[in-house]
DNA sequence: GTTCGGCGGTCGACAATGTCGAACACCGGA
DNA sequence: TCCGGTGTTCGACATTGTCGACCGCCGAAC
């Protein structure tokens, strides 16, 4: 039995299925989409239902991921070692720099968002911890991309959407950025993922010196930016963090 | 066929015990703690690590829950109704109020945090979308306890744990507050599950009057409480936020 | 009101599937 | 070097999940 198992591996295509559907999915919608009998889905989704990762609608029939998903996410977080070290240190940093403050790790391929302090005003905003952001684009991305060869195959053969005018969407291009960032051992977003919005990162690095994730802020370009380029004190800023959560992880294990 | 698939039940069993142990487990202490075969437990173990629901710790090989669970549990929230219909008013709740919202709804035996707000200020403060608090103990909790059947059967099977000295646990004094809550239409906590913290709920109903959830706010006893009452001011605003949503959901007219 | 098409859900036969336990390779400590 | 422990692989067995036809239901169409 060198394989995976069938089952569990249906039921996970079921979950990933309905999270990437924004509305509910009927019975027959999820087993046309994997082609499977509506027996066979409807037992899996009995099954996912019953341990709660599920729910159905009780007017429509459909279905919908459940709220155990939500809890078991926030399990994984509570045993996140890199978040932890970084918990104090990012709100410092947000504090220090007046804008919000990301930590990020590599899923897949995009930055998948641990943490996330908000800026540090009454303005309303929006968590994104659980989101993804894109490797090719964010500040975040191109520092995990340019340290993590993992993250640097994924980038390379993804497709690499174009969000705006100024996305580097060209391999040769990004390489040069790429090269760049380790040369100075940072990286910036200005204005290539969202209009108007600037990111600044770092990367994060274990005992053995291996990339684990990145730090960054982001926020509006005429906050965070200077004559076209990122203000240098929060450049300085952004490093100091990713440092101290480096020399934390480090530092503290056993 | 009318149970549910064995295997699927198993791989949500190893990782709802990922979720509860702290730190990692090792292949051996999964097994054992499920009683099954260590053959078995590897190949759930390794299916659900490719897809991404555990990670593997290269140096121990412990397992640990997996980023997947984070990202899924995100895409839980868009789809959330109760949770988009709620964002703007607890935001403002917030602001009129001064202190942390939540959202919750039932989810097993207690409330799951849905949303949450954090206190206009500066303070340091953590995230708790995702956990869990109990029924018997939180206004939160009461509040559904109160006025939804099946959170009310959960709170008096379950064992009721003392938190600190003012905890009702009695079943009989819970049901006086029970319908103490009923009666008045929004249940509080006075420093019965943390000490120093006192909290106010309402309860949100959908547009077939049923109970979906419930919102409330927390703070220090000091700034929340009047004469050993929670301040008059901060239950209207509660319950005209629990209303509002009502009403966005389609619920009551007034 | 009645028909009809689609829905979610059920059932039972079949064999593919996952399970089990023994055996494996590996590591660290004694 | 040995041992006890780990995570991992393997093959025989029968349990288990799969499939597709079938059922009852609801809402739309007419």
Redo the contacts between chains.
Sequence with gaps: ?AG??Q???R??AV??L???G???LGLTDVASALGLAK?TTH??L???Q????VEQDDASGKY????????????????HELRARA?VWT?DLA?ASGESVYLG?L??QGV?I?HHV?R?D?S?Q??E????HPLHSTALGKVLTAFDPVAHREALELERERFTPRTVTAADELEGVLDLTRARGWAADLEETWDGVASVAAPVHDRRRMPVGAVGITGAVERVCEDGEIRARLVAAVRDCARAVSRDLGGGRF
């Design positions: 039995m995976s198992i089952s569990v591996e039921a996970a979950l990933r309905l999270a990437g924004e509305r509910r027996g037992g899996i009995r099954t996912l019953q341990e709660g990762f919908q991921l459940g709220a155990e998903l939500l809890r078991l996410g926030n399990s994984y977080l509570d045993v918990l709100d504090r790790v899923h897949q998948l641990v908000f540090p009454d309303r929006v968590l911890v659980g989101a993804m």
